[in-house]
């Protein structure tokens, strides 16, 4: 499978807890996002990378939260003290110049804070 | 700000029947708008895009929007609905910040189909 994966794809914790997500993108895809789903709701952006530099966070991305990604391939997003309301999916997409706009996405992590 | 508008957070049609999804856009610049698709606990997969070329888009999966500047809409039809069209649709902005490109969505409509 060539596709962008995610792992893991449940994640169950309990509030206060770290979590750590791990994106894996389709492989040479230069532009790597994140986004957060509520229920209900549409992705809403949280960070985007070009490479290995994070070029944008959106306000919705708290102290608590980082994104990491070191070499220009997998990325993490890492969330420190988690709340009830981090309780969301979050969704890694990658793109490339070659593909124009379009964002490529994968499954999700479904994170349940308890 | 570029932003998009989904009109009806769920639709139900019978098999057979036409699929019409609703979305209106707002953008101060020519916009480029996508159609996304979701099945349950999967991500998002690309049903077309505009992209200021044909303004009628042909997508996969027998899908086709579209763009009416007019109307500032780009609704997503089928002429026939299957079961497996049963799913969340979501409509989509380019924008544009700080130099690159990231995608606004819309609420999503959930599409129910009826046998």
């Known amino acids: 499978d060539t596709g962008v994966s995610q792992d893991p794809r449940h994640k169950i914790t309990k509030r206060g807890q770290n979590v750590t997500f791990r994106c894996d993108p389709i492989s040479e895809h230069n532009r790597l996002y994140w986004y957060r789903q509520t229920l209900g709701q549409g992705p809403e952006f949280l960070t985007y990378f070009q490479n290995e530099a994070q070029l944008e966070k959106s306000r919705l991305l708290s102290d608590r939260f980082s994104a990491e990604r070191p070499k220009g391939s997998f990325s993490t997003l890492e969330i420190q003290r988690t709340e009830q309301g981090d309780s969301a999916m979050y969704l890694c997409?990658?793109?490339?110049?070659?593909?124009?706009?379009?964002?490529?996405f994968g499954p999700g992590t479904r994170l349940t804070v308890l | 700000a570029q932003s998009v508008t989904q009109l009806g957070s769920h639709v139900s049609v019978s098999e057979g029947a036409l699929v019409l999804l609703r979305c209106n856009y707002s953008?101060?610049?020519?916009?480029?708008l996508f159609w996304y698709v979701q099945y349950p606990n999967q991500g998002l997969q690309l049903l077309l895009k505009?992209?200021?070329?044909?303004?009628l888009v042909k997508g996969i999966n027998g899908f086709e929007a579209e763009f009416k500047k007019s109307e500032t809409s780009f609704h997503l039809t089928k002429p026939s609905a299957h079961m497996s069209d049963a799913a969340e649709y979501f409509c989509a902005v380019r924008t544009l910040s700080g130099g690159y490109q990231k995608v606004t969505f819309g609420t999503g409509t959930k599409l129910q189909v009826i046998p």
């Open positions: 505009y992209t200021s070329a044909a303004t």
């Open positions: 953008s101060s610049v020519p916009p480029y």
């Open positions: 997409a990658t793109g490339d110049t070659t593909f124009g706009d379009e964002q490529f």
